[in-house]
Nanobody
Framework: QVHLVESGGGLVQTGGSLRLSCAAS????????VAWYRQAPGKEREWVAS???????NYAGSAEGRFSISRDYRKNTVYLQMNSLKPEDTAVYYC?????????WGQGTQVTVSS
């Protein structure tokens, strides 16, 4: 059973930075795609960024140039470095890992950006 735990969220001012972590059970972050999503109050969950086993990364337009996704094989962890944060980045952030055509989600971590 895949288990994902997000951390690193918090309250930050506009223009600030946060680094989110997604810790996975077992050595699986290097061999399966991992993505970050976010969900703001009253809105649908939206994709933010992805990292693939070969190292390819993709970003949503809202994240391009400000966010960076990466992974640490030894720690079985995927990160989302978020810079130049804006109030519209306020949301619960979730990581998702796909293994054998099954999506596994973490419980989420709250990010709040004050204006």
């Amino acid at each position: 059973q895949v288990h994902l735990v997000e951390s690193g969220g918090g309250l930050v001012q506009t223009g600030g930075s946060l680094r989110l972590s997604c810790a996975a059970s077992g050595r699986i972050v290097g061999v399966n795609p991992v993505a970050w999503y976010r969900q703001a109050p009253g809105k649908e969950r939206e994709w933010v960024a992805s990292i693939y086993p070969g190292g390819t990364v993709n970003y949503a337009g809202s994240a391009e140039g400000r966010f960076s996704i990466s992974r640490d094989y030894r720690k079985n962890t995927v990160y989302l470095q978020m810079n130049s944060l804006k109030p519209e980045d306020t949301a619960v952030y979730y990581c998702k890992l796909v293994q054998s055509a099954t999506d596994y989600w973490g419980q989420g971590t709250q990010v709040t950006v004050s204006s």
